[in-house]
Every structure is written in C-alpha cells, then in structure tokens.
C-alpha cells in the first residue's frame, strides 16, 4: 500500500514531468506504479483519503471458529496439565486423545486475542543483542585492545598463553607477555606494566581498554587494576569474535608468520623469546597494510606522515619523468587518519564526511611537507 503523502508526491512528479514533455507511461515506469494506477487515485478520491483497505469492513468468513470453540480453547490452554506446554505440543497430545478442536495457527490466533500469547514454562524470551561498542581513535594511547590466544607446545594437550596489547590507531604491540597458565593476575600485571611504560600516569584523557569476554580480562582483579589506573574497560558483545576484530588480526599474522613453529614451543622459555622477536619484527619491520604501507612504530611516533609524503613526491617525479606511462593519478599515499573500532551506522557516515572534508587539507600539507619535513605538523600522531 502507498501511503497518502506518497500518493500526492507520486502524482506531482509525474504531473510536472507530462507538462515538460513527457509520456505519462514511461514517468509513471520510472514511478514504480502501473498507469491506470496513477488514473484510478486521479479520478476518484485517492489523493485525499489515501488507501481504504485497512479499514474496510469485511464480513466474518463462514468457517471461523465459533466463540463457543474459542471459549473451548482457552479452557484448554489453560488446564494445568498444559500449563508449560506450547500449542505445538498441546494439539498433538489432543489428537493422541482423539480431540480435535482447531489447528495449530488457530490455538496462536485466539491465545494471540486473549492476550496469552506468551513462553510457557521458565523459558525466557529472547532479548535483543546489544549494540557492539564504538570508539574511535584519532591519536596513539586512545584506544587500546588485547586479547589472549593459546601457543600449542610439543606437548599435546598443552598450551602457553599469549597476552597482547595492541594499540587501535598506530597497530603498535604496546604490551604483552607469555605465561603457562591464563589467569586474571597476569592479565592485570599486563595492564599495569603497559600503563606504566606509556605513560598513562600522565594523560589527560586516559585510554579505553577494548577486549572480550574472557575469563580472565573481566575478572574482579583487572577491573580493579584498570579502575586504579584510570583506564576505561570496554567488551564485545557475548561470542562475537568481529568486535573485537583488530586483535583476532594480529593473532593471525602471527600464527602465519614463516617463523611460527608448526610443531609447536619446546618450553616457556623458547615461547617467550619467538613473541619478544615478533612483537619487535612486527612493530619496527612489518609495513601494516591498513596503516599505508609504514610499520606501526613510525605511525607510533608520527613519522608515517614525513614517509608518506616522501613516496608521493617520489611518484610525483616518476610521473614527471615518464608521463605516457600513468593514465592516471599517481598511487594514493595519504595518510590513514581516524581508526573506528565497530563503526555503527552514523558515526561512519560521520568519519566519512570528515574524511572528505580533509581531503584538501592533507594534499595541501602533502606539499608543505615535501618543501619542509620539519614542519609542526608533519610530527603529529594523526588527524583530529
């Protein structure tokens, strides 16, 4: 059905397109409607009482339960044997007896009417999932994420535990250890240890700590490290591994990295020292593709940006010097700005306008930075 309002709008727009000269059928294709449609709310009073259907009178059809029969099923229902027991499972209990008073869908139409359409029995209804936390960061040391992940040994059956701290914006590993065991201690050691070598002591606006919804990361003692340090706790909505996406990323490098051991870590020792050379590999050598092609520690400190600008200036005088070979604009090395951890719908759209707005702005610091590296801004974090 159309609504009134979209009637009226429809045939405006089909009126104004006839008297600029065109067909009414092929404006009233373009509509979505059918032309005798467009006839029928023209000639009669479609456009000022809109559709009648809803409230049409429409006789009762000669098969409808009787009230008797509704009556009868509401005593039914209502007996105690069938006390926690759905219509599903009362109809054929009825017809194992040899009754048979209506279908199914009927026993729900007349609970449905007599406002006893509700979960028999202690089984709850189910509650909509709550939306996944946003957070968004514009600079290093906003956003944290962490996770634990198992280490398999050459022992089957047994694991070691990786703790990773992970940074939203730069990608840096800010923080992790490596334990025998998964427990909360760890966990709250690992925050107070990252906290003290970033310096969390001394921000202004403390950082937000994403993570799952693990045993250990919620546990009574982490809560209690992250309150006295300041930092704010955030989780993923119950088994849902993409909210915390960034993390389960990482997780995947470094199980796929050429020096992961197949066959598993010999001991705790050899563990530890494979995660201290990746964490250093990955965070001073490895060139983050969701980071523009520079490691997470140059982004880190803010270097990314003198780099960028760098390659573009390089491709700028390929350009120059060989022009038949580009078609086009050279490769985009702008400078990835804010990271949004589980974007909803508006604040995308809202870190999309502001992308598009700074879009000129990073072309014209592009060129400042070529002419002087040392400029202020080329040493900042990242875009506000």
Known sequence: MTRLEDRQNLVRAIEQARLSGARVA??????????????????????????????????TPSHALSEAER?????????????????ARIVP????????????????????????????????PPRPSRPPATHIAARPG??????????????????????????????????????ANDSAD????????TALVEGVHSMAIKPVLHGDNGASLKATTVLAMLYWLG?????????????NAFAEALFRTAKYCPQFPVKGFADLDAARQWAACFVRW????????????????????????????RRHELYQQARRANPSRWSGKTRNWTPV??????????????????????????????????????????RQGGTA
Not at 71 to 87: G, H, L, M, Y
Request: aromatic share 8%; with cysteine.
């Open 26 to 59: 092929s404006a009233c294709d373009l509509a979505g409607i059918n032309r005798r449609t467009w006839q029928r709310w023209r000639a009669g009073d479609g456009l000022t009482q809109g559709d009648r259907r809803p409230d049409a009178v429409r006789p």
């Open 337 to 378: 700005g804010a990271v949004t951890l589980n974007p909803d719908r508006d604040t995308a759209g809202r870190v999309a306008c502001d992308a598009g707005e700074l879009s000129s702005l990073s072309n014209v610091t592009y060129l400042a930075s070529v002419k002087n590296p040392d400029l202020p801004g080329m």
């Open 93 to 124: 209990t009825l017809a194992d007896e040899g009754v048979y008073i209506a279908s199914e869908a009927s026993f729900h139409r007349v609970l449905r009417a007599y406002g006893q359409m509700h979960r028999r029995g202690r089984a709850r």
């Open 142 to 179: 906003q956003v944290w994420c962490w996770d634990v992940t198992f280490l398999p040994t050459q022992v089957e059956g047994q694991w070691f535990y990786l703790y990773l701290i992970l940074d939203l914006y730069s990608r840096k590993v800010v923080g992790f250890e490596v334990h």
């Open 231 to 243: 930092i704010k706790p955030s989780y993923s909505r119950p088994r849902v591994s993409d909210d």
């Open 282 to 309: 990955y965070n001073e050598e490895h060139r983050h593709s969701g980071i523009g092609y520079v490691t997470p520690a140059q982004r880190h400190t803010g270097e990314d940006r003198s780099l960028l600008a």
């Open 186 to 193: 760890h966990a709250a050691h690992l925050a107070k240890r």
């Open 71 to 87: 009556a009868r099923i509401i005593a039914v229902v209502n007996e105690s044997r069938f006390a926690e027991t759905p219509p």
